[in-house]
């Protein structure tokens, strides 16, 4: 399974576009990459997936360069619900044994 | 659809003591998992199921015990509950379709072992 890489925490302002990135240099051919929102006290809620070039959906836009060896989860006009800890996971569609690591804790300031 | 349920909400436990975690899906969802998630970190597997009478183990089985006999029904046993078992415990279900693929994840049992 790659291995991915993110930030611990980020900050921000509401109204502003956040954008968190994920490393993981050794993505292989048949991977994808997902993003999941974890709210205190919650499980984690799917927001995006992608394989390569951008995904957007009513949530997010997912940014993944031609190499693949990173990507970005872009979040337009943050508010202050957005504040959360954001998983990138990177495995083959369907794979088993998908782990989670620790996540970015992204807090939204007003 | 309910999702995926998970109970009981919240346990105390002593030391030495068995019990089992519930988790129920109504999506008809082949794969099921539990995951362990201490304060602060991210989650880790515990184990997971691809379907009725299969299961394996993830990163952190020790301890735990699964079984899958239907495929709505994915619990979870605590043999002889350890205070390192202290954790919140979540439970999930995948679907793969229109070529996207999704986990739902319960609320969670919140468990302390004394």
């Known amino acids: 399974l790659a291995k991915t890489t993110q930030p611990i925490s980020m900050d921000s302002y509401e109204g502003q576009e956040v954008n968190i990135t994920c490393s993981h240099n050794n993505i292989a051919t048949n991977d994808y990459i997902t993003w999941y929102q974890q709210f205190p006290s919650q499980g984690p809620r799917f927001i995006i997936q992608g394989y390569k070039t951008k995904v957007t959906n009513e949530v997010a836009s997912l940014f993944i360069p031609a190499d693949r060896k990173s990507s970005t989860l872009s979040l337009p006009r943050v508010s202050l619900s957005d504040t959360a800890v954001y998983y990138c996971?990177?495995?083959?569609?369907?794979?088993?044994?998908?782990?989670f690591g620790k996540g970015t804790h992204l807090i939204i300031q007003p | 659809n309910a999702g995926v349920t998970q109970t009981p909400k919240f346990q105390v436990l002593k030391t030495g003591q068995s019990m089992t975690l519930q988790c129920a899906q109504d999506m008809n969802h082949e794969y099921m998992s539990w995951y362990r998630q201490d304060p602060g970190m991210g989650l880790r597997l515990i184990h997971y199921?691809?379907?009725?009478?299969?299961?394996d183990q993830g990163e952190v089985p020790n301890g735990y015990n699964v079984s899958r006999s239907t495929t709505e029904d994915f619990p979870l046993r605590l043999l002889s509950a350890a205070p390192s078992q202290t954790s919140v415990y979540f439970c999930?279900?995948?679907?793969?379709?229109?070529?996207?693929?999704?986990?739902?994840f319960g609320p969670g049992t919140r468990l302390l072992v004394l």
């Open positions: 999930a279900s995948r679907s793969v379709r229109e070529g996207q693929e999704t986990q739902y």
């Open positions: 996971l990177v495995g083959v569609r369907g794979a088993d044994g998908l782990t």
């Open positions: 199921s691809v379907g009725a009478g299969i299961t």
